[in-house]
């Protein structure tokens, strides 16, 4: 059984960062690009980071390229995302998402498995 858990997420003030953590389990993770999507209250889900299956390239929409930062630890099994200077527009649900043999920009419908998620909070 394929398990994304998702963890690090929480209520943070404007300016501050988070390091958000996802481990996988059941699957062979270093076959698996890996995504991080938010999905805000009202909103679809969108990417904010994705990385290749050996961590060589990521991906971000221009929107994210800044503030966020994706890494993995295949050892580990393991995908972070290190966000800074989070803004109040930043709340949502965070998940991690698997994509088997997958590139790094590809549609959200490409997605094998995803996280339950973690809540980001940003007060102003």
């Known amino acids: 059984q394929v398990q994304l858990v998702e963890s690090g997420g929480g209520l943070v003030q404007a300016g501050g960062s988070l390091r958000l953590s996802c481990v996988a389990s059941?699957?062979?993770?270093?076959?698996?690009?890996m995504g991080w999507f938010r999905q805000a209250p009202g909103k679809e889900r969108e990417l904010v980071a994705a990385i290749a299956w050996d961590g060589g390239s990521a991906y971000y929409p221009d929107s994210m390229k800044v503030r966020f930062t994706i890494s993995r630890d295949n050892a580990k099994n393991t995908v972070y995302l290190q966000m800074s200077s989070l803004k109040p527009e930043d709340t949502a649900v965070y998940y991690c998402?698997?994509?088997?043999?997958?590139?790094?920009?590809?549609?959200?419908?490409?997605?094998?498995?995803w996280g339950q998620g973690t809540q980001v909070t940003v007060s102003s």
């Open positions: 059941g699957l062979a993770f270093s076959s698996y690009a």
């Open positions: 998402a698997a994509d088997y043999l997958g590139a790094v920009a590809v549609p959200i419908s490409e997605y094998d498995y």
